[in-house]
């Protein structure tokens, strides 16, 4: 008898994170750092595990050296399974042309032969840039309870906001009768979070069918789901009540960052009972100077603290020089912050050295937005970077 799974994941994690800007310009968006001491993929794959489900295929398309060599084996977060487990999945290489993933569906469609290794009854579609924390066997549950082909998590979001969203028209029992790919008048304010389960048979046959269509954008969203709406599938809302945040832009990582922060945090990763894991770097335990200042912060092991940080979250290995100030901001892992430069409303990337004196960001956010540093890049002492600016090269004095 073959050996089988009841549910298999896979998490799209290809896309380009383009509105991150400098943030993504060498690295895939799930890889972008987080919280410190995570990475934005860290949530979904600890969902998987809290949820009991043990096989993940990771889609990876654009820059993912950094994502692949994070993922590993899957061991932080026990995915280094003999059956099942994590494994990272590149466009399929073809006799003659690697074939690049055309949508989000295309992308399940080109792996459909590493899902049925495992004849799932059940696959869980998942995307690589949300924080939150979800158990996923609950909405799989749902769905069978429901006998439906397809089930999708749903959040209520602000009607202001709900044009930026695939917006669920649903029945009384929850089953959906309309949906609307960022409807210019939604209808109502029940988003879809792009987590979907489906029924394996039905998904492969609506994946084939549409692999089979020149006119199709191969996007679950604009394609999979109102095809199958159309031809009557049952398909379900499973409500989330919790916190959920899409972090693809500048604006909604930094609040996401501040929701982590203060006595009681929106959204708390130290949750003993739902365990969120990374692959954390091995560094010595924070040193905080004497004549430091550290207020309602995040500072990660490795730091070493001389100046001031008030309302910040810093990775680890940040080193911040007397008479330095970071406020409102976000300090990715290795960064040199020189003598009396300050820092405000601003995110810094990875391995970033500021210079003496050098000034970035803007005292109020509202006036400008939050400036963006690059990974590796040097700001020369005496620099100012205004609010809302986003650096990707060098800054030398004579630039500026």
Request: charged fraction near 20%; aromatic fraction near 8%; include cysteine.
């Amino acid at each position: 008898m073959m050996r089988k799974k009841k549910c298999v994941a896979m998490l799209l994690a290809g896309g380009q994170g383009s509105r991150l800007y400098a943030l993504t310009s060498n690295i895939a968006k799930p890889a972008v750092s987080f919280g410190g001491k995570y990475r934005i993929i860290d949530f979904p794959l600890s969902n998987c595990v809290n949820s009991g489900i043990d096989t993940v295929g990771v889609l990876t398309q654009y820059q993912p050296l950094i994502l692949n060599s994070y993922i590993g084996n899957g061991q932080p977060w026990d995915l280094d399974r003999t059956f099942g487990g994590v494994h990272t999945l590149p466009p399929y290489q073809g006799k003659n042309s690697s074939d690049w993933y055309k949508g989000t569906a295309n992308a399940i469609y080109q792996n459909l032969r590493f899902i049925n290794q495992y004849n799932p009854d059940y696959v869980l579609i998942l995307s690589g840039d949300h924080i939150y924390k979800m158990n996923y066997s609950l909405m799989v549950n749902y769905h069978i309870l429901n006998g439906a082909d397809c089930t999708i998590a749903a959040i209520d979001v602000p009607i202001e906001e709900a044009s930026r969203f695939g917006i669920l028209n649903t029945n009384e029992d929850g089953s959906i009768y309309e949906f609307e790919e960022k409807p210019k008048k939604p209808k109502s304010t029940l988003a879809s979070m792009g987590i979907y389960v489906f029924s394996t048979k039905k998904l492969q046959k609506y994946l084939e069918e549409d692999s089979q269509n020149p006119d199709s954008s191969n996007d679950f969203g604009k394609d999979i789901l109102p095809k199958m709406l159309s031809c009557g599938e049952k398909m379900m809302a499973y409500r989330f009540e919790g916190y959920w945040k899409d972090v693809g832009t500048i604006e909604s990582l930094y609040e996401a960052n501040m929701d982590l922060l203060g006595d009681s945090p929106k959204f708390d990763v130290g949750d003993s009972n739902w365990k969120i894991q990374s692959r954390s770097p091995l560094a010595p335990p924070q040193y905080i100077g004497d004549g430091a200042k550290v207020d309602n912060s995040i500072i990660m092991s490795g730091c070493e603290i001389y100046g001031s940080v008030e309302n910040s979250v810093l990775g680890s290995d940040v080193i911040v020089k007397k008479g330095a100030v970071i406020k409102n901001s976000i300090i990715m892992g290795d960064v040199v912050v020189n003598e009396n430069a300050t820092i405000e409303y601003s995110i810094i990337d990875e391995n970033t050295i500021i210079g003496k004196n050098a000034k970035i960001g803007d005292v109020k956010e509202s006036k400008k937005g939050i400036a963006l540093l690059g990974r590796g890049i040097t700001v020369a002492d005496g620099v100012s970077v205004e609010g809302g600016a986003i650096i990707d090269n060098n800054l030398s004095k004579e630039e500026n």
